[in-house]
Structure formats: structure tokens, C-alpha cells
């Protein structure tokens, strides 16, 4: 007995050892590169002067040095010159059926090479620039997702015949779980032709567009990512004026002029006409838009063809660094699929110290689909809502600051979806130091406001029921100008969702709402106005047309809308203004994010530290309330509350540091005592009677007769199991007298060393309930000890957002 006591305790010493030293060393330990807040060298040395580099020069009747030579050969064939290649009246059911498929006519794509020349539609200056010989290299990253093989092909070769070899390191494709045949083992021996020049990656599950890309640049290796869509052909020279604003300056982004591709025809033509410059911005529900370039922002150019500043772009095509890319923490992770992307860096670039610049001299012809052609799969089951509103939710929570108000009065509905968490990109602003929105709309989107002014408070937002019939004005999904109608109140928003403001403007989406005496019309609001003809009255329920002076009304016979003079006893001129409210179940998640699993894990062991106070703190008390009167108890209690202790603050201290060595250790530890605890925990609720009788037996036996004496007195009992047994039995108990029930009478005397109440029969009850609670509690700690186990290794593996943006995923 002397021998095991003195193992344990010498583990015990030396476990408290090894955990006091780990923290010594884990402590002094240097903290991991960008943990004190760099982003890079770039980020981390942004007040040290570089050298300055010589972009892009021109020179009058100099032909640039990377232009083409002119070709006398003439290309015949469909399509060619991007002319218009129509198909041939027998193929129509085949069209029909492809473009349902596809969103894009494939029967007259594949009709045309992959090779196919196109026009030249670039400025005639553009021909006379010379640019830097050294310019970085660069990875084109393409995302399809069950892409027509001969779309997809036609941008691969594009890229390959336009692109000056020196520059292009790569095309890499990512393939975002397609489920098309040919887009398996015949496209992987395809691109073999190419060699190194075009690698493909396949994600295991659908990530869509946004994330697609964010692997795509990490998979990248050239200085230089530049995005495509998989449905673009790439015009002559396009990516040396691409390259050059970043050569100069690593910060820039820069966005080609894209030119359209007709879906059905696949005729090349310029979407601008003319020799007018437009930039990207956007209104308040987020919709992309463009204007024509400010006068302030053209006299800052020299030249008509040089790059010049845009708020925004679309999003599909746009050239940036790709360490740069990065160091900005790529994508949100928490916006899916696609929507608002486009924004979300667009506002990250210019507040966080960047530009973009829209590069009149590249040109990339784009086939823009008139319809979604595929879904978005189990996607869809992570948000609850829209994925595009919600999308744009995240975007404006996280980067437009007050002006986000502006976005909810245009959408009233989105307030209510959850957006999840974005604690991860409001650090990364707070680490990136950015403006705030204000600065980017006075400096930068400052011509915003001259079409789409911000908007008034709405008054009343929701679905419009008539008190005729029940039903609500719906839009009926059409485009303005249209007539509107009614239809069964859904609830679900959408094209019910109506919102007069304080002006009197009555509008759905980005579209407004007139009316006449023969009908209601969903018309196109006109820009840069934010009021109306409309008021409406909660009281009466009446909808008044100012304009007009009459009143909304809904015929009883012909269910027709138009205006009509108001008549508060006409129920067909009743309207009820009711907001919607999303119902949502609740469901138990997981936390997933790193914050979560920190705070989880931190929350754990401040919960430990305090069960390791309680332990002393009883023991202590024990000590002096005298009802723990053996030293080897208090000991054996003082140094499980002191152990864990340590490992509490191991484990506190990893956490708040995300240190791997001090979370390594914690781990096995904290793993090793889950083993021990949960099979004592086992152990304690499988004791039957029998084992109880022979731990109560032995107990007895090895106890003094001081003891037998006190537990005798504390329980009221006399003897184990007999009173009256020989001295020289080891069961013999000390003599009755001294019991509480004995004293009390000669005949209690008697009882009790004849057939009185023994010790076992006391101590049976208070072993059972013992043991039971204690593999309860046993079973709670080590249930604990594997949730620890598990945050921990999780947590381990997971990135910092705000040391490490680039390496979130």
C-alpha cells in the first residue's frame, strides 16, 4: 500500500511539472507570423516608399509592342469575325431543348471553331501604347459548373491565341461539382495538348461561383490572377493593359471593357456605342448599375484610352494581385454561390486603401444567358431566405455602416433574414484600418447620388390586401411597363411586397407604381427622384392618387385596378398595408466559426477553473470544520483541484492565444483524463450489491476502531454486521455503549447487540447513493473532457480571420 501511494504521488508531482513548464515555454514562445496584426509585406510596410515603376507610355503612329502583326488571311466559316451564325430551321427542336439546358444556344456554338476570329472593337488609340517588358505573370482562373463543352473551350483557346506567352503562366480551371460526362475524362484529355499551360481542379462537393474562385487563386501560382467566366472570348491584346495599372501599383484592380456575345446568334458586338466611357456603381437595393463617366474623373486623363477610376464592376471579369487578393481575406466566406460578391471586394479594395480602374484598351467578349439554367443544390439549405438578399445583407452590414439603412428601406423584408456571422470580417476591417463608407461615397461613388438619391423612411411596407376580396396587388412578375394585377396572398414577399415612403413614392424593388383610370402600371421610378402621387390612410383604408385625386379601386365584376373617385363606403377601395414577418424554426447548431470554437473552448475551462476552486475550497473547509479529518483525503482533494487548475489555465491561456504547442499538450492531456474519468464513471454505476458489501466489507476491515466508533455514532448503528463478535475477529466493532439509540435504556442496549440496526445496513444506502452520483458526475466532466477534445482539435486547424485573412478556409 505504501509503494502504489508513493507512484501516485510522484505522478501527480510530476504531471503538475511537466503542465507548469509547458505554460513557461508556450508563454515565452514567439507568437505566429502575422498574429501581431501583418498582413504581409505589402500591408506590413505601407508607409515604406518603393521604387516607382514606369507604366504603360504612348506613342503617336508607334505600333505598341505587344500588337499583333496585321494578317492578310481572311477566315471563312460560321462565325467568323464574330459575325452572327444562325441555325438551321430543322435544328429548332434541338435549340429549344439545349437552351433550356443550357441558357445558351450550343447547337450554333458547336456549329462554330474554338478558335474563331473576332473584330477588333478597341479605340484606334489603343494600338499606340508600349508597354513594360516585365510585367508580372499571370493565372487566368475560369469556374464552370456543367458548362457547354464548346463555351467552355472557346474561352480556353481564346486566352492560349491572345495572350503574350511570356505573361500567361496558366489557365487554371475549376470545375464546381459538374455532373455532365464530357465534362469528366474527355475534358481532362482535352487540355493534355496543353501540357502544364491549363490545369484542372475539381471540388468534391458544390461550393459555388464565389468560393469556387477563392480556391482557384489559391491553387493559382502566377503574380497575377485575372477571373473569366466560362462563356468569353478574349479580344486582341487584352491583357497587357491589364497587367500595367498593377505593375505599377500592386493595389489597383483592374476591370476590362466587356463586349456582348448574343446567346443565340453568338454575334460579337460592343455593349457601349461610341467613344463614351462608363464606370460601375450601384442603387440602394444593391443592383449593379453604370453611369457615364464624371467630367471630374475625365480630366484626369491625358489620353481618351487610359484606365480611369470606377466605384464598382460587375464582377465576372476583372484582373488583381493575387497575394494582394489574399492579404484582403479574398471573398467573404459567408456569402454563397453568387450575388453581392462583386460589391463586397469592390468596397473592401477602395476603403482598405486600394483602387479599381476599368481599362478601356482590354476587351473581353461575354455571353450573357437570359436565364439561370441550373440550381443551386443543397446550397440553398444553409440560408433561410434568398440567398442573393442575403448575400447583399452581409455586404451592407459589414461595409456600408449607416447608409446600410438606405438598403433596408429599399428592401424592408431583408432586415428580418439572418445574415449568420460576421464578427470574422468586421475584424478584418478593424485590422485592415478601412475608411468608413461615408469617405468612399464622398470621394469615390460621389456620383451615386445624382440617379439614385438616398431614400426616404418608409411609412407603411408589406402586402397590400384588398378588403374586397382578400387577395393582394402582386406584379405578376413582370417587367415595366406592365399592368398590375392580383393574386393570392402567399405571404413570401417577392412581388407582393409593396413600400410607400414619406415622399409618396409607392414602389416594389427598383420598380414604381402609377395609375390612371383605366389600369395600375408597374413602370421603370425615374431616376433620381425618390417622391410620388400616393398617401394612404390607416383609418379609411383609402389609397389616394394626389396627381388625380381619386382613389385606388378594384371593380367587384371585373377585377380591374384603376383609379376611381373615393368612396369611403366602397370596400373595393379598402386596402390594408400588412408587414410581413418570416417565420423561421429554430434549430440547434453547431458553432462552426473560429470565434466560436475560441469562445467555446475558453468558456470550457473558465468552467473548469471554477470546479477546481470548489475542490479546494471543500477541502479546506473540511479541514476546518474537522469533518475531513484524514490527510491523505485533503491531499489527494487539493491536488486534483490544483491539477486541474493548471490545465484549465493550459487550456485558457491556448485558447485566448491559439497557441499549437499549449492546445497540443492540453489536448492529450485533457484526452488522457477523459479515458481515466469516464471508466471510473463506468465502474462507479456498475457496482452491484454484492461488490458494494465487499468495498463496504473491506473498509470496515482496514478501518481503526476509532473510526468504527465515530461511524457508529454518526450512523446510529452498532457493529458491521454483528455486535457481539470475538476480540480477536478483525470485524469487531467498538462496544455499543457509545451509540446515541443504545444509551438511551438498558432493554436499547440489549437491542443493540442483539439485533440492532447494524453499520452495513446504514452505510448499503449511503454507499449506492454515492456511487450513483458519483458516475453521474464522473459521466458529466468526462462528457465535457470529449468536447474539449474535439473544440481543441477543431480549433487547432482552424485560421485566425484577423492574423491570417488569406488563409481562411
Known amino acids: ?359 478601356p484598351c482590354s476587351r473581353v467578349g461575354h455571353i450573357y444567358r437570359g436565364f439561370m439554367p441550373y440550381s443551386f443544390g443543397k446550397l440553398v439549405e444553409k440560408r433561410k431566405g434568398p440567398i442573393v438578399t442575403i448575400n447583399y445583407k452581409r455586404v451592407v452590414e459589414v461595409w456600408m455602416d449607416d447608409y446600410k439603412e438606405y438598403f433596408y428601406a429599399r428592401e424592408p423584408m431583408a432586415r428580418q433574414y439572418d445574415h449568420g456571422d460576421i464578427s470574422g470580417q468586421l475584424a478584418l476591417k478593424e485590422r485592415l484600418q478601412c475608411k468608413s463608407f461615408k469617405w468612399f461615397m464622398d470621394n469615390v461613388a460621389y456620383d451615386v447620388l445624382y440617379k439614385f438619391p438616398v431614400l426616404p423612411k418608409n411609412l407603411f411596407w408589406g402586402e397590400i390586401r384588398s378588403m374586397l376580396t382578400g387577395q393582394c396587388l402582386d406584379t405578376m412578375s413582370s417587367h415595366p411597363p406592365s399592368i398590375v394585377g392580383m393574386s393570392h396572398c402567399h405571404g413570401s414577399g417577392g412581388n407582393q411586397v409593396f413600400r410607400l415612403n414619406a415622399e409618396g413614392q409607392l414602389g416594389v424593388g427598383e420598380r414604381c407604381i402609377n395609375a390612371d383610370t383605366d389600369h395600375m402600371k408597374l413602370v421603370f421610378c425615374t431616376l433620381g427622384t425618390v417622391d410620388g402621387p400616393w398617401e394612404y390612410n390607416p383609418t379609411s383604408k383609402l389609397l389616394f392618387h394626389k396627381h388625380h385625386q381619386k382613389c385606388l379601386e378594384l371593380s367587384h365584376d371585373k377585377g380591374n385596378l384603376n383609379l376611381q373617385p373615393c368612396n369611403n363606403a366602397s370596400n373595393g377601395q379598402k386596402w390594408i398595408f400588412r408587414e410581413l414577418v418570416i417565420i423561421t424554426v429554430i434549430k440547434l447548431k453547431m458553432c462552426g466559426g473560429f470565434t466560436c470554437s475560441r469562445n467555446a473552448l475558453i468558456a470550457l475551462n473558465l468552467l473548469y477553473i471554477v470546479v477546481s476552486f470548489i475542490l479546494i475550497s471543500v477541502a479546506a473547509y473540511g479541514i476546518v470544520a474537522s469533518f475531513l479529518t484524514s490527510l491523505a483525503i485533503v491531499g489527494g482533494i487539493i491536488a486534483c483541484g490544483v491539477f486541474l487548475f493548471l490545465l484549465s489555465l493550459m487550456g485558457l491561456i491556448g485558447a485566448a492565444r491559439h497557441s499549437q504547442v499549449l492546445l497540443f499538450f492540453y489536448m492529450i492531456i485533457l484526452f488522457l483524463l477523459f479515458v481515466v474519468q469516464f471508466s471510473l464513471a463506468c465502474a462507479c454505476l456498475a457496482f452491484n450489491e454484492d461488490q458494494q458489501y465487499k468495498l463496504a466489507y473491506e473498509g470496515w476491515h482496514q478501518a481503526s476502531m476509532g473510526l468504527r466508533n465515530e461511524t457508529q455514532i454518526y450512523f446510529d448503528c452498532c457493529g458491521f454486521q454483528n455486535a457481539t463478535l470475538p476480540e480477536h475477529d478483525p470485524m469487531q466493532a467498538p462496544s455499543c455503549s457509545s451509540v446515541p439509540f443504545c444509551q438511551e435504556s438498558t432493554e436499547n442496549m440489549k437491542i443493540c447487540e442483539d439485533s440492532g440496526d447494524t453499520c452495513w445496513m446504514k452505510l448499503q444506502k449511503v454507499i449506492n447513493n454515492a456511487l450513483r452520483i458519483t458516475g453521474g458526475v464522473g459521466l458529466f466532466f468526462s462528457f465535457t473532457e470529449f468536447i474539449g477534445v474535439w473544440l481543441t482539435v477543431r480549433y487547432r486547424n482552424q485560421k485566425d480571420p484577423r492574423s491570417n485573412p488569406h488563409a481562411f478556409l
Open 1 to 359: 500500500m505504501k509503494v502504489i501511494g508513493l507512484k501516485k504521488g510522484r505522478v501527480i508531482k510530476v504531471c503538475l511539472a511537466i503542465i507548469i513548464l509547458i505554460c513557461i515555454v508556450a508563454f515565452f514562445l514567439p507568437k505566429p507570423k502575422g498574429y501581431d496584426g501583418s498582413l504581409g509585406s505589402a500591408l506590413a510596410n505601407k508607409g515604406r516608399s518603393l521604387p516607382q515603376r514606369q507604366g504603360a507610355v504612348f506613342k503617336k503612329d508607334v505600333l505598341g509592342n505587344f500588337e499583333p502583326q496585321p494578317s492578310d488571311t481572311v477566315r471563312e466559316g460560321p462565325g467568323e469575325n464574330g459575325k452572327a451564325h444562325y441555325a438551321r430551321p430543322e435544328d429548332q427542336n434541338e435549340v429549344a431543348q439545349v437552351m433550356m439546358e443550357y441558357g445558351i444556344n450550343m447547337v450554333v456554338s458547336d456549329q462554330i471553331a474554338l478558335d474563331r476570329s473576332i473584330p477588333d472593337k478597341r479605340l484606334s488609340e489603343c494600338k499606340f501604347w508600349q508597354y513594360p517588358a516585365d510585367l508580372p505573370t499571370t493565372s487566368v482562373i475560369i469556374v464552370f459548373h456543367n458548362e457547354g463543352w464548346s463555351t467552355l473551350l472557346r474561352t480556353i483557346h481564346s486566352v492560349l491565341n491572345r495572350s503574350p506567352p511570356q505573361f500567361l503562366k496558366e489557365v487554371v480551371l475549376v470545375d464546381d461539382y459538374s455532373d455532365k460526362e464530357n465534362l469528366k475524362g474527355d475534358l481532362e484529355d482535352y487540355i493534355r495538348q496543353f501540357g502544364q499551360k491549363v490545369r484542372l481542379y475539381r471540388n468534391k462537393q458544390r461550393e459555388g461561383l464565389i468560393r469556387s474562385r477563392t480556391y482557384g487563386a489559391q491553387y493559382a501560382t502566377g503574380e497575377v490572377i485575372v477571373f473569366l467566366d466560362a462563356h468569353c472570348e478574349v479580344n486582341t491584346n487584352w491583357l497587357p493593359p491589364l497587367l500595367s495599372p498593377i505593375y505599377v501599383n500592386r493595389t489597383i484592380m483592374t476591370v476590362p471593357v466587356i463586349d456582348g456575345i448574343d446567346k443565340d446568334n453568338f454575334e460579337y458586338r460592343p455593349v457601349y456605342q461610341g467613344d463614351t466611357h462608363f464606370r460601375g456603381i450601384f442603387e440602394w437595393g444593391m443592383l449593379y448599375k453604370e453611369t457615364e463617366l464624371p467630367e471630374q474623373e475625365a480630366k484626369k486623363r491625358k489620353y481618351h484610352s487610359e484606365p480611369y477610376k470606377s466605384p464598382t464592376h460587375a464582377g465576372g471579369l476583372f484582373a488583381i494581385n493575387r497575394e494582394y487578393f489574399l492579404e484582403l481575406g479574398a471573398y467573404d466566406p459567408g456569402l454563397l454561390v453568387w450575388g453581392g460578391e462583386n460589391f463586397e471586394l469592390s468596397f473592401k479594395i477602395w476603403q482598405c486603401g486600394g483602387s479599381i480602374e476599368w481599362v
